[in-house]
């Protein structure tokens, strides 16, 4: 069985779960990020990373998933939101949209990645009336964001592969 994890990254979060899902994988698993995977043709089975860039996957991997065909899938994804939030389950959905449909989605992931500083220094220039101002509520999450992915986070991911690699047919 030859087996794929590929991730998109800006800033590592999702690199960390992709590195920790690779460590649950059969023997032999290649590790690429998404722009450098030379061919999808051959893996049974392809574990596919994003960050979520408002509400869908980055532009990177929105880019690249769609050249994968007729594969088992897990998905995984770090986000700034909590991860059993409306828009962690609508943003993961989105994503699901953009894999074409000949390929069988066996599982998912998700979990909080810290969130690029500059982005929340952004949010709080804005003025209070502003959909993405800086609220007590965001602080919060933004600081909470900030300690993830986290070892348990890492071994969640494990886990939920772990499931799915079962699920593998070939
Ligand atoms: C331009 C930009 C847009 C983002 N949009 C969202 C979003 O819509 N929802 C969300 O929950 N987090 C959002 N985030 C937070 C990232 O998804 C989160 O920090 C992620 O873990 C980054 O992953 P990476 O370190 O692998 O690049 C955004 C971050 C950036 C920089």
Same mark, same amino acid.
């Given at each position: 069985?030859?087996?794929?994890?590929?991730?998109?990254?800006?800033?590592?979060?999702?690199?960390?779960?992709?590195?920790?899902?690779?460590?649950?994988?059969?023997?032999?698993? *290649?590790?690429?990020?998404?722009?450098?995977?030379?061919?999808?043709? #051959?893996?049974?089975?392809? &574990?596919? #990373?994003?960050?979520?860039?408002?509400?869908? &996957? *980055?532009?990177?991997?929105?880019?690249?998933? /769609?050249?994968?065909?007729?594969?088992?899938? #897990?998905?995984?994804?770090?986000?700034? &939101?909590?991860? *059993?939030?409306?828009?962690?389950?609508?943003?993961?959905?989105?994503?699901?949209?953009?894999?074409?449909? *000949?390929?069988? /989605? /066996?599982?998912?992931?998700?979990?909080? #990645? =810290?969130?690029?500083?500059?982005?929340?220094?952004?949010?709080?220039?804005?003025?209070?009336?502003?959909?993405?101002?800086?609220?007590?509520?965001? =602080?919060?999450?933004?600081?909470? &964001?900030?300690?993830?992915?986290?070892?348990?986070? /890492?071994?969640?991911?494990?886990?939920?592969?772990?499931?799915?690699?079962?699920?593998?047919?070939?």
């Amino acid at each position: 069985m030859r087996t794929l994890v590929t991730y998109s990254t800006r800033t590592g979060n999702t690199r960390k779960i992709a590195e920790g899902i690779l460590e649950i994988m059969p023997e032999g698993a *290649d590790i690429f990020p998404i722009e450098e995977v030379p061919s999808f043709e #051959g893996y049974d089975f392809i &574990a596919v #990373g994003f960050w979520v860039d408002r509400g869908t &996957a *980055d532009e990177n991997t929105r880019k690249h998933i /769609i050249r994968i065909k007729q594969k088992q899938i #897990g998905l995984f994804g770090t986000l700034g &939101a909590y991860p *059993d939030s409306d828009h962690a389950q609508r943003s993961m959905e989105n994503v699901k949209k953009l894999v074409h449909s *000949d390929n069988q /989605i /066996i599982g998912e992931f998700m979990c909080q #990645g =810290k969130i690029d500083p500059r982005l929340t220094e952004k949010f709080a220039t804005l003025p209070a009336d502003h959909p993405h101002a800086m609220t007590l509520e965001r =602080k919060v999450r933004h600081e909470e &964001a900030s300690k993830h992915p986290n070892e348990e986070d /890492i071994k969640n991911a494990q886990t939920v592969f772990q499931e799915i690699v079962r699920q593998i047919k070939f």
